[in-house]
Each structure stands twice: as C-alpha cells, then as structure tokens.
C-alpha cells in the first residue's frame, strides 16, 4: 500500500521513493532505501569470526522460551484447526535454536558458528505511542549468526560469510557448561555489535539491563541504544543476552564431554547484531544536512555508490490519505 515517507525531520513532508512506513507499521523499500535495506550490513564483521551459513524456516514450535501464548502476545499464531502448535517465527534464535533440538555436539567441535537469515514476524505491543514509522514493524528479514561453543580463542578467527538481505542482524551461540563460558561468549557478541554502530559512525550507549527488564529466558543481558534526534532520545538498535540452560533444558541441547562420554546440557547466548530498519533511523536522522540531503557513512558508500543521499527531482506517486470525497452510491437495484 503505498503512501508518503516523512524525510527525516528537517525537511518533514517531502516526497521520497525510500521506505514507506505509515500503514499500521508496515514498511516498504524502494530506490535508494531499498539498496540500503540490502546493503551487507554483516560485512562489516569482516575478519572476526568463522560462521557456516544457514537460513532458518519462518514458522516454529514453542520451546525457546517464547510465550506465544501470553497475553497480549508478540506471537503470530497460525490457524490451530489446521497447524497444531504452530507459530510464525519472531526472531532468527527461535529456527537456530530448533536447529540444535535434541541433538549433543562433540566437546572438540565446539565452537560451532553459524549466520542465518530468516523472516520475522512481531505482532508489537499496540501502546499508540510510535503507530508509525520504522521503529515497530511487523515484518521483517533478519540475518543471524549461531555457534555452540565451548571456548573462544583467538586462532578460531576467520572471514564472516555475507548473508543477503539482511533485515536484521542476529546472533546465536551456544557454549559449554558453565557461566564463565556463556558469560565470554556474550562479551565477544556484544564486541561484534559495538564494532558495527562503531563503524556507522553513530553516537550509542551500552546498557547493562536491571532484572525487571530481562526477558524470561535471559540470565543477563546487554542493550545497545543509538542516538535518534527525530525522537529525541536514545533508541535499541541491539540486544545480548546470556540464557544459560534455559532454553537448553527445554529443547534438550547437549554436549558430550571428552572423559566420560557423558551428555550436559549446554548454555545458549543470543544477540542482535543490528536491527536495520532501526539503524536506517538513527542514520538518516544523524546524517541529514541542512538542504535536505543525507551524507552516507564510509562503511556503506561501497554498497550504495555514493557519498550522499538525494532528493529525486520526480516521485510518480502522491499521498492523498483516506479521507477523500467518497464516489456517489449507485441507486438500488429494482426488484
């Protein structure tokens, strides 16, 4: 449904084949915006971690620690008189974490990576305080990284392979037993999510969450928060959080340790490298100048070819809004 984008908030109203967002929070890309939607945004993880590529499938079933049941709930539910316990999937984790279901891995194999790109979908908490624009969608494509992990080392480093599309940027590991192992795996994911909006050249803060803010499965958790001058004030492009056994216990992920033989539940980690419409946020508004245009950031001008984002001189759609003169109603049939 197309309709009229806001351009940032200096020249508010403008027409602009970018991301058309007021529709009862859906979005959609066009020209220039849909480049940088697809820009590879996991490039810029580049030279840090080995990942195996992976594309999870966008229903799943309960056991992650999702509560697709809860009320209100953030969970799509797909029609039980014909899919049993079957949900669309919110968050690349949930297909990640399916992935490793029922299954143990050998303790010298770990640390297991993996990048994964999935579709997303989120209900959203309705509070008709942001019922438009980018920052609450209900659909979108995330990219992921997953591994399971017992150490991390130094010489386990090599290239990130690209995953296409990304929508978000999502990682998922998981590590040995033990909370010093989980607890470095969720140090080495927030690293990986400091370097991106580093490299974005954005102004951001790391908060460590109080317990009220966790969510149910998570041990601790790590939120990065990007300066957005539209909104005037901070906003969550990134999330990490340590789940220790949770979901492990309930989707029965084990490790078989090198002595014995025997089978220990595992720790999950899961992180958001980048939530991209988010970040397209935080960037359009920090990088907006006076004449409108928008200065693209060193680390995405490969990807768009060009230093800076401009007004077209011609957009052939125009928002004219529902409240138009309705069309006269036809006269009764005759009987």
């Not at 995953?163 to 033990?178: A, D, K, L, S």
Request: glycine share 10%; with cysteine; hydrophobic share 35%.
């Amino acid at each position: 449904m197309p309709c009229e984008v806001e351009w940032a908030s200096v020249t508010r109203g403008s027409h602009q084949p970018t991301l058309q967002c007021p529709c009862s929070g859906l979005s959609l890309g066009s020209g220039w915006g849909s480049r940088l939607c697809r820009s590879p945004f996991p490039s810029l993880l580049t030279g840090l971690h080995p990942h195996d590529g992976a594309r999870p499938p966008p229903r799943s079933r309960e056991g992650c620690g999702m509560t697709p049941n809860a009320n209100p709930s953030q969970i799509y539910n797909i029609d039980p008189s014909r899919f049993e316990d079957l949900n669309l999937a919110g968050t690349a984790e949930v297909g990640l974490a399916g992935y490793f279901m029922d299954h143990s891995v050998a303790f010298r194999d770990l640390p297991i990576r993996m990048v994964c790109s999935s579709t997303c979908y989120r209900a959203e908490t309705h509070t008709g305080k942001e019922p438009w624009g980018l920052y609450r969608v209900h659909h979108f494509t995330k990219v992921g990284v997953a591994g399971k992990g017992r150490e991390l080392t130094p010489t386990a480093q090599g290239p990130l392979t690209p995953v296409p599309r990304p929508g978000q940027v999502e990682m998922f590991g998981v590590t040995g037993p033990g909370l010093e192992q989980s607890s470095q795996l969720l140090e080495e994911f927030l690293s990986l999510q400091m370097e991106i909006v580093t490299e974005l050249g954005l102004h951001f803060r790391v908060l460590d969450m109080p317990t009220q803010e966790l969510g149910l499965p998570a041990y601790r958790k790590f939120d990065i928060e990007a300066w957005m001058p539209g909104r005037g004030r901070f906003g969550e492009v990134t999330s990490a959080s340590n789940c220790t056994d949770f979901q492990s216990r309930r989707l029965h992920i084990m490790f078989q340790t090198e002595e014995a033989g025997e089978l220990q539940f595992a720790h999950t980690v899961n992180a958001t490298a980048c939530a991209v419409p988010r970040l397209l946020i935080a960037l359009l508004e920090s990088n907006q100048q006076e004449d409108g245009s928008v200065l693209v950031p060193p680390a995405l001008q490969p990807y768009l070819g060009t230093d800076r984002i401009t007004a077209p001189t011609h957009v052939p759609l125009r928002y004219i809004g529902p409240n138009q003169p309705q069309k006269p109603r036809l006269p009764p049939s005759p009987p």
